[in-house]
């Protein structure tokens, strides 16, 4: 077979452009992607410009280590994940009662989880803080007893009992609740209803339908904007420094307050907040991973040599053949 337009000396057909069949393939072009080169050139720049400029800041960059293990910065690192970890659960286990309770058949517990969604999300995290801290200004004392008698059960002081993580604890965690019964709602509206018909037909009780039907189904959709959520929980416990509860912000500035590094100790909270998002965000994965098992293939992931040797096959694979005259 000669290629036309080719001269006496191409009659013998190179065999690397012959494919199984014996036909000649067509020349491959490769395309030049001048967008590509000239976009990550510009990134380049930008990102050698950015780190210079960042180099010949006032900035004693020797001495963020050091802050990354001060004792003040890990007991603010302690108390941002223990915030953020408490609120979050109390957050979970609350939004749960409410969506319950939201899609229920109760009028009046649709009604109150209604009006509690649309209060605690409407207002600011940080004015229902703020809020929670100042308690005692109309409220000093906390008395739990039996109304229009004189048993007592509990008497206390409402500055003692609001101290600064139970008031940053309340805000966040009443913040997020409201969040989390939408989250949990959208999740449980989202099974098909001819599943729970059909497991009522089977004579399963609304636990066993709960349990093997709609929450299996139910987080798959529930579990990404959940971890979402914690994370920026992490971030929001930042909130609590404004009423001085010891965390990442509040131990920076502590410090901060004494030798003036201010951003030394800002970037050494800064690095402690990306690792610790990062970790939740391993662990947000493999959650929804284990809640996702239907849509891996059988067998595992395929292996990766397989699959490059594949991929090398489908670029090598010419695009067309030449039709045999």
């Known amino acids: 077979m000669t290629a036309p337009g080719s001269g006496a000396g191409a009659d013998t057909v190179d065999p690397a452009r012959t494919s199984s069949a014996g036909r000649e393939l067509l020349p491959q072009v490769r395309l030049k992607h001048w967008g590509r080169w000239v976009s990550a050139a510009v990134i380049v720049v930008a990102l050698v410009a950015l780190a210079y400029g960042a180099s010949q800041g006032d900035i004693a960059y020797g001495d963020i280590p050091y802050y990354l293990i001060s004792p003040i910065i890990l007991q603010g690192l302690v108390g941002t994940i223990v915030l953020a970890v408490a609120a979050q659960v109390s957050a979970v286990v609350i939004g749960v009662v409410i969506a319950l309770m939201r899609i229920s058949k109760n009028p009046v517990a649709q009604a109150f989880a209604a009006g509690y969604t649309w209060l605690f999300r409407g207002l600011p995290v940080l004015l229902q803080i703020l809020l929670w801290y100042n308690l005692a200004l109309i409220f000093p004392r906390l008395t739990v007893g039996v109304p229009f008698t004189d048993v007592v059960f509990l008497d206390v002081s409402t500055n003692d009992v609001m101290t600064t993580f139970v008031a940053a604890f309340l805000g966040l965690a009443l913040n997020e609740s409201a969040y989390m019964a939408e989250i949990v709602r959208a999740g449980l509206k989202s099974v098909d209803r001819g599943q729970i018909e059909a497991a009522q037909s089977i004579g399963q009780t609304p636990m066993q339908r709960m349990a093997r039907i709609v929450l299996p189904q139910a987080m798959r959709i529930i579990i990404p904007p959940t971890g979402n959520d914690f994370i920026n929980m992490l971030k929001g416990t930042a909130m609590a420094s404004v009423i001085g509860y010891l965390e990442l912000i509040k ?37 929804e991973r284990s809640f996702d098992r239907q849509d891996r293939r059988p067998g595992g992931p395929p292996n990766a040599r397989a699959l490059r040797r594949k991929v090398a096959a489908d670029l090598g694979r010419a695009p067309l053949v030449r039709s045999t005259p």
């Open 251 to 287: 131990a920076a500035n502590n410090i901060s307050s004494f030798n003036l590094q201010v951003m030394e100790t800002l970037i050494a909270a800064a690095i402690w907040y990306m690792v610790i998002v990062s970790v939740a965000s391993v662990g947000q994965f493999y959650l």
